[in-house]
């Protein structure tokens, strides 16, 4: 995610997604780890956001430390004991620790629309994590992309402040696997009563499985297991967001 993609748009991210269900996507991560083998530790977190993941996850007792390129969303996280947070690009900062595991959640590996920082982000997780550690994120699916092309979408978010209609108009590069998602923002400020617009474009990148387990490999991973997120069901051409796990050899 990139500060220039998520800009106005950071200002009301929580409105935008306060129906997603993070606990149950913190739960279903939670598993993943432990079933891994990883019930507790140190965790980075790629792509932190406003820290939603990283607080319920460490309320599993894991010690979560989030990078964010967003200011925005870094002002807005919510930090405790077990969650911390900074601002920095996922490509190239330096921790200088090592983890036991690597998340990249909410398809982070997706906004990563060039083949120079897909590759810098798998180098950079390898880089944080311990031998044995866990690298795990969601993408969106080339097969479910082209089956269920995306198409325009419109919804209405409401709190006590603003009420928004989100409009999403898809623009689709087939020969590069690339979906430009076009944001169109009305938002109403509830006591003042006036109307302001703004736009914003989120290129997205779909991906097949050979290409991303011959980069895992390239980068010293072993493929554990890929799966649709949060069920866990088999990945197929109705699977939109696949889950992949690798461990660093």
């Known amino acids: 995610m990139s500060d220039s993609v998520f800009g106005i748009y950071s200002d009301y991210y929580d409105l935008f997604y306060k129906d997603k269900n993070y606990f149950e996507e913190s739960e279903y991560i939670k598993n993943l780890l432990s079933h891994n083998g990883i019930v507790n530790g140190d965790i980075l977190e790629f792509g932190s956001g406003t820290g939603k993941h990283g607080i319920l996850l460490s309320n599993y007792g894991y010690k979560v430390h989030g990078i964010e390129l967003s200011a925005k969303m870094i002002a807005k996280a919510q930090k405790n004991k077990g969650f911390s947070c900074q601002q920095g690009d996922i490509t190239s900062v330096n921790i200088q620790k090592d983890y036991d595991a690597v998340l990249a959640l909410f398809h982070v590996i997706s ?35 082209n089956k269920h092309v995306p198409s325009v ?76 997120f949060l069920t866990s069901k088999k990945v197929s051409e109705n699977t939109w967001g696949v889950c992949m796990v690798l461990r660093k050899i």
């Open 153 to 228: 979408r419109i919804k209405r978010f409401l709190d006590d402040k603003v009420e928004i209609l989100r409009i999403a108009e898809p623009k689709i590069y087939n020969n590069e696997n690339i979906v430009d998602v076009k944001f169109t923002f009305f938002v109403r400020n509830l006591k003042k009563g006036h109307i302001e617009t703004f736009e914003e474009v989120h290129p997205m990148r779909h991906f097949s499985l050979p290409e991303l387990e011959i980069l895992a490999a390239k980068h010293g991973f072993n493929c554990l297991q890929t799966e649709e």
């Open 111 to 145: 906004y990563q629309t060039t083949n120079k920082k897909l590759q810098m982000v798998f180098a950079n997780a390898a880089k944080h994590l311990k031998t044995g550690g866990l690298f795990i994120f969601d993408f969106w699916f080339s097969s479910a992309v």
